[in-house]
């Protein structure tokens, strides 16, 4: 047996000649890790129900890039332990503001007075540049195969982004970004 392998084999069986490392152990549920809190945001993202952690993870990416608190009403469609939830969300986790909400109407007991709710969905027919959104406005997004509720879309005003090409819709992380940089620009952000 090779003399590096003999060592090897040793310090398997002698335990305590076994290297010690520390080890860092960060928490898997998203939950779990201390969070920034944004004070007096310009904006807030709010997914209704979101379905696809991928999608979930990069918004909360670009609340973090743009200093949005991102509400995450329940029930998800994936656990907040998701490795594409983390993966696309990368590290920039203990940046982002995220707030969960047990459901719509603890949402909105939780935020009443604090700013208008701003519907986007693709079944809205006015065109989301044409939104009045203010400083502190929630800007809501429904889930990814069903979008908004009529029941939501009924008791918020609700916008849209347009297409032209034939598909069904745009992706979710892709249309929170047009409408959130669109507003940051009008409220002035940069």
Request: proline share 7%; hydrophobic share 40%; charged share 20%.
């Amino acid at each position: 047996m090779p003399l590096d392998l003999l060592r090897c084999t040793e310090a398997l069986l002698e335990p305590e000649r076994l290297p010690t490392y520390s080890v860092i152990v960060s928490p898997r549920d998203i939950t779990q890790i201390k969070h920034r809190t944004v004070e007096n945001p310009y904006l807030h993202i709010v997914l209704f129900q979101p379905e696809i952690p991928a999608n979930t993870g990069n918004i909360a990416r670009l609340c973090a890039a743009a200093e949005l608190p991102l509400h995450l009403i329940h029930p998800l469609g994936f656990r907040l332990d998701d490795k594409h939830l983390k993966r696309a969300g990368l590290d920039y986790w203990t940046e982002v503001d995220v707030r969960q909400h047990a459901s719509f109407d603890a949402f909105i007991e939780e935020n009443q007075n604090r700013g208008s709710i701003i519907g986007f969905s693709r079944h809205a027919a006015p065109l989301y540049t044409q939104a009045i959104v203010n400083y502190g406005d929630f800007l809501l997004f429904g889930p990814e195969t069903r979008g908004l509720p009529s029941k939501i879309m009924d008791a918020f005003p609700c916008y849209r982004v347009p297409m032209w090409g034939q598909v069904r819709s745009l992706n979710l992380s892709t249309t929170v970004g047009i409408v959130a940089y669109h507003y940051l620009h009008q409220l002035k952000r940069f």
